[in-house]
C-alpha cells in the first residue's frame, strides 16, 4: 500500500481524526505540557511576541519599511553587520539604478524641528544617503532634506535637523542609495526625535522585526481580531531585546525555540501539508515538515483561537470576530490533509501573484486548498509535451497516427503510438530531462492527450484491441497503461522518488488487466453530481473499486461547474458522502474543475474543508458557515434558500432529459440551459422570498453586506430565469396564441431590459471577488425569444393559413400604435406565417439538388457522420429534407451552412427537425453569424441547445430572434450565415430553414 494511503487510514482510525492528538511519543512522551491559558492578547495590548527562523538574511516586507525605487531586491536584512540587536538593513547597491527603502508615516507636529539619527557602515563604494520628509494630510510631500553619511570599514553615527513646514503632518525617514556610483552598505538604529529631544514611535528603527508569509498572516488577523500588533522577531532579535518582553508569550512560527520538545521527530512519514500546534509552559509553536505545513498551521490557529473564518474570495468574505482578549488553552493539535492533492479551478494560482485570480487563489490557501505551484501531482493532457511534432515529425512520423504528425501545436486528437517501441525510448528520455532541469519537481504527467486519436484504435492497426469500454470507446487501456509502467520503471530507475499521474477517461477509463506502477496515480474524470442517481452512483462505485486493486492510489477529477451554471448547482449532501467515500478507497485527492461565486454558498468552502478531513462533522461546520455569513438569525433562511437549489439538481432534475442524456458521460452538458425550464414563477417567489428574509435578518455590518452579497447573485439568477428565450410547448389554442400576442406591448421590452440588466450585472461582479465569474458561461441572449416567434408563426401557418382572429391581432400590432420594436416583431412574424417563399435563405426546403447533396447548402461534419439530403423519407413540406445521422457520443457536431445577403434589422431564423420516436439524445442548435466582406464573422448570436427527446416522433422547430445592426465593432456587416447545428445525435431531419427580415 502506497505511504500516503497508509498514513491517512491510519489517522483516520484514530479517535478523533488528527484532531488535538496529543503527542505521546519520543521526547514528548517526557515533555510538560502547559496547562493554563497562554495569554495572546490582554484588554487590546499584545501579550505574546512571533518568534521567526533565523535567516542570514532576510529579503522579504520589512516591518514599518516599504522600498520607495529601484528592485527591492537589493535591499535586505542581515546579521553580517549590526550596530545594534541581530540585524541592520543591507543595501547591496552594485548597479547603475537606486535603491531606497522609507520608513512609515510618523505624526509630527507644523513647525517644530525633528532630528534623524542613526548609524551607517560603509563596506565599499560611495557614501548613501538619509533623507527626512515631510507630507501634508493627504500624505503629500512637501519638502525633504538629506545628509550623506559614512566612512569605509567602521560604523558612522549621523545625524540630521530639519524643521517641518507650516501644513505638516507626517514626517518619513528615506534611507537612500542613488544612480551615482555603487556601494554595499548597512544602516541601522535609526531614531527621529522631536523638540524636547524626546524619541517618535519610528517603527522598527532596530531593524529586528521581520517577516514573512505565515507571521505575517498571523500577525494581520490577530489585529484585525483584537486591535493589538504582535511584534514579529528572531529568538536572536528577542534576545537582544533584554527586558522589553518580559512575561510574553513567545509563539514561535516556523521554527522551534531553544528547550522546547524536539517536534522534528513528529513529521516522520507527515505529509508536507500538516502541522503541529504545541503549548509548552511559556511557549506556542506553529510549524510543519514544510512552510505550507506551517502556513496551514496558522491558518487553524487562526481558525481554531481567534475564530476566523475565510467564507467567500475577498475581503467581504472573511469573519473576524471582534474582542480584547486572546487566550490559546492547553493541548497540542496535530493534522495533515486526509486527501494529499486539493486543487479546484479557477484557484490554482499562487497567492502572492496579482490578477483576477488573487483574491480566490489567497482565499483557497487560508482554507488549506493547493495550487499548481505545491500539488504534489502532475496529471493533465501531455503527452503532446513529450512528442512535438517539431521534434519527431521529420526524424520519427511513425510516431504519429498514420505516420502523419500533428501541425505544430495542435495539442488533441492524436496520441503517441503507443505499441512503437521507441515511444517509450523517447518518452523516458524527455521526462529525465525535464527532471534534470526542474529538480524540485516531484511529479510528471503521462496524461493522454484530449479526445482521442489512438494510433491502435483504428481496426485496420494490428494492434487492434476489438474491444470496448464501459463508455463505449475503444478500451485502449491494456496499450497505454502498458506504455504508462515500461516508461515510469525506466525514470524510476534514476529518480526513484518521483511520481507519474494521469487522466483515466475516454478511450483509457477502466483500469488494465494488470497493477500498474505503484507511483503511477491515474485520476478518474466525473461530474460525481451524477451520483445522485443510484444506478450512476453504483455503477461508479464499482468502477472505484475495480481501480482499487490496480493502482495503489487514485485520484479524482470531477466537474463541480458554479458559474458555467446559470442557477446555484448545490448537493452538498451528495459532496459530503462522495468524498467520505473516497477517504475509504484508496483516493489521495482530486482536481475539481468548479469556478464558483459567492451564488454557489457553501460549495467550495465545503470542498475544502472535506478534503482536509472528510470526517470533520461537515454538517456542523456547514451551519457554522450559514451562521457566520449572516449572522444567526438569517442563517436558517440562507440555508433554506440554499437547500431550496439543492432538491432542485439532486431531485428536480433527475429524471429530464438534460439529466438522462448526460448522467453517463464524463461531465454534464453545462452549454444545455434547457434544466432552466423546469424553473416555475413561483419557485423564483420563494426564492426572493428567502433572500428577502436574508437580508432583514442579517447581524453585523459585515455579515449585511455578505447578505447584499447573496442578494445581488441571486438577482443575477432571477434576470437569467426571467429573461431566458424559452422553448415553450406548442401552442394548443386559439386563446393561447391570443394571449401571447396581446402580451407583446409588454412583455418584449421588459424581456430585453430584463437581459441588458443581466450582462450588466455580470460586469459590474468584476468590482466584487466573491461574485467575480473568472469563467463567465457561455450563454448570452438579447431577450428576444426566437422559439416564441417560431411557435406563433407555425401556429398562423397550420390554424389560420387565410387568416382569422390570431392573424388579425397580428396585423392591429403591427399596423397600431405600439413602440417601433412591436411592430417590427409583428410585420416579420406575418412575413414568416406566410411560409418559406419570403425567406432570405435559398433552397430552404432542401427540394432542390443532385442525389444527397442539397442545392446552396454546405454540410460539415466535425469527426465522424453523415449529413445528406433525402426524398420520401421524413418531409415537413414538400418530398425532401436533409438528414444528420451517425453522430454518436464524442462524435462532435455536423449540420448545414448557408450564407445569404442581408440587411439591418429585426432577422428570425427557424428550422423544423423530426427525430424518430425513441431518440433519447443529441440536440439542436441554430447561429446566426453577421459576417463583413472578407467573410470574417463579427458576433455570434445563438439558440440554446435543444433536447430532441422532448419532441422525438413528431416535427418540431427552433426559432432564433435577433436585431442585426449594419455595422459592428465598426465593420459593416456584408452578409450573415446560418449554421444548423446538431450533437450526439444518430438521426435528424431538418426541413423548411428559413430567414426572414422584415
Not at 541592520?88 to 539604478?97: A, E, F, G, V, Y
Request: net charge negative; glycine share 8%; hydrophobic share 40%.
Amino acid at each position: 500500500m502506497n505511504h500516503f494511503i497508509a498514513l491517512r487510514m491510519a489517522f483516520r482510525t484514530c479517535a478523533v481524526s488528527l484532531i488535538l492528538l496529543l503527542f505521546t511519543f519520543g521526547t514528548w512522551a517526557a515533555a510538560k505540557q502547559s496547562d493554563v491559558q497562554l495569554d495572546i492578547v490582554i484588554g487590546g495590548q499584545p501579550r505574546a511576541v512571533v518568534l521567526i527562523p533565523e535567516p542570514d538574511s532576510f529579503t522579504g516586507p520589512i516591518p514599518g519599511w516599504s522600498p520607495a525605487a529601484a528592485s527591492n531586491g537589493k535591499i535586505a536584512l542581515s546579521n553580517a553587520k549590526k550596530h545594534g540587536g541581530a540585524y541592520s538593513l543591507q543595501i547591496n547597491d552594485n548597479d547603475t539604478k537606486s535603491y531606497a527603502v522609507q520608513s512609515d508615516y510618523v505624526g509630527i507636529t507644523a513647525g517644530q524641528t525633528y532630528t534623524v539619527t542613526g548609524s551607517v557602515y560603509l563596506e565599499s563604494g560611495a557614501k548613501p544617503s538619509v533623507f527626512i520628509r515631510y507630507y501634508d494630510a493627504n500624505k503629500t510631500m512637501l519638502t525633504q532634506s538629506s545628509v550623506s553619511a559614512g566612512t569605509l570599514g567602521q560604523w558612522t553615527d549621523f545625524a540630521l535637523t530639519k524643521a517641518a513646514p507650516a501644513s505638516a503632518v507626517y514626517a518619513a525617514v528615506l534611507l537612500y542609495a542613488d544612480t551615482a556610483g555603487i556601494r554595499l552598505v548597512y544602516f541601522d538604529d535609526i531614531g527621529l526625535t522631536g523638540p524636547s529631544s524626546a524619541g517618535l514611535p519610528l517603527p522598527n528603527p532596530g531593524f529586528e522585526l521581520l517577516s514573512d508569509a505565515a507571521s505575517d498572516t498571523l500577525v494581520q488577523y490577530v489585529k484585525k481580531s483584537t486591535g493589538a500588533m504582535l511584534p514579529i522577531m528572531t529568538e536572536a532579535g528577542l534576545n537582544s531585546q533584554g527586558q522589553a518582553y518580559q512575561g510574553f508569550t513567545k509563539l514561535y512560527v516556523g521554527t522551534q525555540g531553544a528547550g522546547n520538545p524536539d517536534m522534528t521527530q513528529s513529521f516522520a512519514g507527515m505529509d508536507g501539508q500538516g502541522f503541529v500546534i504545541c503549548p509548552h509552559k511559556d511557549t506556542i509553536t506553529i510549524i510543519g515538515p514544510t512552510k505550507d505545513g506551517t502556513l496551514n498551521g496558522v491558518f487553524e490557529f487562526l481558525e481554531r483561537y481567534v475564530g476566523v473564518r475565510w467564507l467567500m474570495p475577498g475581503p467581504n468574505g472573511e469573519d473576524v470576530p471582534q474582542s480584547a482578549d486572546l487566550s490559546v488553552p492547553p493541548g497540542n493539535v496535530r493534522e495533515q490533509p486526509v486527501f494529499a492533492n486539493r486543487v479546484i479551478s479557477p484557484a490554482w494560482g499562487d497567492p502572492a501573484t496579482p490578477g483576477r485570480t488573487q483574491a480566490i487563489n489567497e482565499w483557497a490557501q487560508r482554507n488549506k486548498l493547493q495550487g499548481f505551484h505545491n500539488q504534489p501531482f502532475e496529471y493533465k493532457e501531455n503527452l503532446h509535451q513529450l512528442f512535438p511534432a517539431e521534434t519527431y515529425g521529420t526524424m520519427h512520423p511513425e510516431f504519429y497516427p498514420n505516420g502523419v504528425p500533428p501541425a505544430p501545436g495542435v495539442r488533441s486528437g492524436w496520441q503517441p503510438c503507443f505499441s512503437v517501441p521507441g515511444t517509450v525510448d523517447a518518452a523516458v528520455y524527455g521526462i529525465l530531462q525535464y527532471f534534470k532541469a526542474n529538480p524540485d519537481k516531484h511529479s510528471y504527467s503521462l496524461g493522454v492527450n484530449d479526445t482521442g486519436g489512438f494510433c491502435e484504435a483504428n481496426p485496420s492497426h494490428p494492434s487492434y484491441p476489438n474491444a470496448t469500454n464501459s463508455m463505449g470507446y475503444v478500451n485502449m487501456s491494456n496499450i497505454y497503461y502498458d506504455w504508462v509502467n515500461k516508461v515510469a520503471e525506466r525514470v524510476l530507475q534514476v529518480y526513484p522518488d518521483k511520481w507519474f499521474g494521469l487522466l483515466a477517461y475516454r478511450e483509457v477509463n477502466d483500469p488494465p488487466s494488470f497493477a500498474l506502477n505503484t507511483r503511477v496515480v491515474p485520476f478518474l474524470t466525473k461530474d460525481r453530481m451524477a451520483w445522485v442517481d443510484e444506478g450512476v452512483e453504483a455503477d461508479e462505485h464499482a468502477r472505484t473499486e475495480a481501480w482499487n486493486p490496480v493502482a495503489s492510489q487514485i485520484g479524482w477529477y470531477d466537474y463541480m461547474y458554479g458559474s458555467l451554471y446559470l442557477l446555484p448547482r448545490i448537493y452538498v449532501g451528495q459532496t459530503i458522502e462522495n468524498w467520505q467515500y473516497a477517504a475509504d478507497h484508496h483516493v489521495v485527492g482530486t482536481y475539481t474543475e468548479m469556478y464558483p461565486t459567492a451564488g454557489d454558498g457553501p460549495k467550495a468552502w465545503l470542498m475544502a474543508k472535506l478534503l482536509w478531513n472528510p470526517d470533520r462533522n461537515p454538517q456542523a461546520q456547514l451551519d457554522d458557515w450559514y451562521i457566520r455569513a449572516v449572522g444567526p438569525l438569517a442563517a436558517p433562511d440562507l440555508k433554506a434558500y440554499f437547500g431550496f437549489w439543492e432538491n432542485f439538481w439532486t431531485e428536480r432534475a433527475k429524471g429530464t432529459a438534460w439529466f438522462e442524456k448526460r448522467k453517463s458521460n464524463i461531465y454534464f452538458d453545462f452549454l444545455n440551459h434547457s434544466y432552466l425550464n423546469m424553473l416555475t414563477e413561483q419557485d423564483l417567489h420563494n426564492a426572493r422570498t428567502l433572500m428577502d428574509s436574508v437580508v432583514a435578518k442579517a447581524g453585523t455590518a459585515p455579515q449585511q453586506a455578505r447578505a447584499q452579497i447573496f442578494r445581488q447573485a441571486f438577482d443575477y439568477y432571477e434576470l437569467t430565469a426571467r429573461s431566458f428565450p424559452r422553448k415553450g410547448e406548442p401552442i394548443a389554442s386559439e386563446a393561447d396564441a391570443l394571449d401571447i400576442v396581446n402580451s407583446l406591448p409588454n412583455s418584449i421590452p421588459e424581456r430585453l431590459q430584463l437581459a441588458a440588466d443581466r450582462i450588466n450585472l455580470i460586469s459590474a461582479f468584476e468590482s466584487e471577488p466573491a461574485l467575480r465569474m473568472i469563467s463567465k458561461p457561455a450563454a448570452v441572449w438579447s431577450g428576444w425569444n426566437g422559439f416564441e416567434f417560431a411557435a406563433l408563426a407555425d401556429y398562423m401557418a397550420a390554424n389560420e393559413p387565410g387568416g382569422g382572429t390570431v392573424t388579425n391581432a397580428v396585423y392591429a400590432l403591427a399596423n397600431g400604435a405600439a413602440a417601433s420594436r412591436e411592430r417590427d416583431y409583428a410585420k416579420l412574424l406575418l412575413k414568416a406565417r406566410a411560409g418559406t417563399a419570403g425567406s432570405l435563405t435559398a433552397n430552404p426546403s432542401f427540394e432542390s439538388g443532385t442525389g444527397t447533396t442539397a442545392a446552396s447548402w454546405q454540410r460539415w461534419i466535425d469527426a465522424t457522420g453523415t449529413v445528406e439530403r433525402v426524398t420520401g423519407t421524413y418531409a415537413h413540406s414538400g418530398t425532401a429534407s436533409l438528414k444528420v445521422a451517425g453522430l454518436i457520443a464524442g462524435a462532435k457536431r455536423g449540420g448545414a451552412i448557408q450564407s445569404f445577403t442581408a440587411h439591418s434589422g429585426l432577422t428570425a431564423a427557424s428550422v423544423y427537425y423530426y427525430s424518430p420516436a425513441g431518440t433519447a439524445t443529441g440536440n439542436i442548435q441554430l447561429y446566426l453569424y453577421p459576417r463583413d466582406s472578407s467573410g470574417k464573422r463579427l458576433a455570434t448570436y445563438q439558440t440554446i441547445r435543444v433536447d430532441l427527446a422532448d419532441t422525438a416522433g413528431q416535427w418540431s422547430n427552433i426559432g432564433l430572434l435577433e436585431n442585426i445592426p449594419s455595422a459592428i465593432n465598426g465593420k459593416q456587416v456584408a452578409d450573415v450565415q446560418l449554421v444548423i447545428a446538431v450533437d450526439e445525435c444518430d438521426e435528424i431531419y431538418l426541413d423548411d430553414a428559413a430567414v426572414y427580415q422584415q
